[in-house]
């Protein structure tokens, strides 16, 4: 699950800022080269807490299995390199997830809300981890919602941004042509699978009766 769809996720529970915020804090140290210690915000924490108890559901959950199995079937027979096709079949699958969520109306305003809350009770490992969130958060904020999720070619964009650094997973020119088509098919069947995702996400997560 993506950062986006970890917000949508932790609304149904928790909508408080912190705990919105600190859901989708994990993909957001990957992505500003930073590593969490332990939260001075109890909100924030209850957050992090989500986002891995969200990932333990999502990931073996049947319906996103099946779909991330049909991209990477899409991309192997279009002959796309064998790193980046189970990169993109996994990454992909969540971009285009959090694509078909960003127009849900509850969830926009819950990560703006996330991204509107004070983050003084996040702290790094590295004395520049902070320095390195407020840019991020920064440019997050300045961004808004993210609707270019909606666009195939800006999810191309992305995965060339985050596999281009990986040697074993980084995509060639020909490897982007065929991710392009394959997402490009891909994405309606994301679309009606995302409800059914969703739903198995509600069941996974519900308190178990005592």
């Given at each position: 699950?993506?950062?986006?769809?970890?917000?949508?996720?932790?609304?149904?529970?928790?909508?408080?800022?912190?705990?919105?915020?600190?859901?989708?804090?994990?993909?957001?140290?990957?992505?500003?080269?930073?590593?969490?210690?332990?939260?001075?915000?109890?909100?924030?924490?209850?957050?992090?807490?989500?986002?891995?108890?969200?990932?333990s559901v999502f990931h073996p959950l049947p319906v996103v299995l099946g779909l991330m199995r049909e991209l990477s079937a899409r991309l192997d027979t279009a002959g796309c390199a064998r790193g980046p096709s189970r990169a993109v079949s996994h990454i992909g699958t969540e971009l285009l997830l959090d694509g078909v969520l960003v127009a849900d109306a509850t969830y926009r305003a819950a990560y703006e809300v996330a991204l509107a809350a004070d983050p003084a009770g996040i702290r790094w490992r590295e004395d520049d981890g902070a320095a390195r969130f407020a840019v991020l958060l920064s440019r997050l904020r300045a961004h808004g919602v993210p609707d270019d999720l909606r666009s195939i070619d800006s999810i191309c964009t992305r995965l060339a941004r985050v596999l281009g650094s990986r040697p074993r997973l980084a995509p060639s020119a020909d490897d982007l042509r065929i991710i392009r088509g394959a997402l490009t098919a891909q994405q309606p069947r994301v679309a009606v699978a995302a409800e059914a995702v969703m739903r198995g996400m509600r069941a996974g997560l519900a308190p178990v009766p005592e």
């Open positions: 699950m993506n950062f986006f769809g970890h917000a949508a996720v932790a609304s149904w529970s928790d909508p408080a800022g912190g705990a919105l915020l600190g859901a989708m804090l994990p993909d957001f140290a990957g992505m500003c080269g930073a590593h969490l210690a332990p939260a001075a915000d109890e909100a924030i924490e209850r957050g992090i807490a989500m986002h891995y108890r969200a990932d």
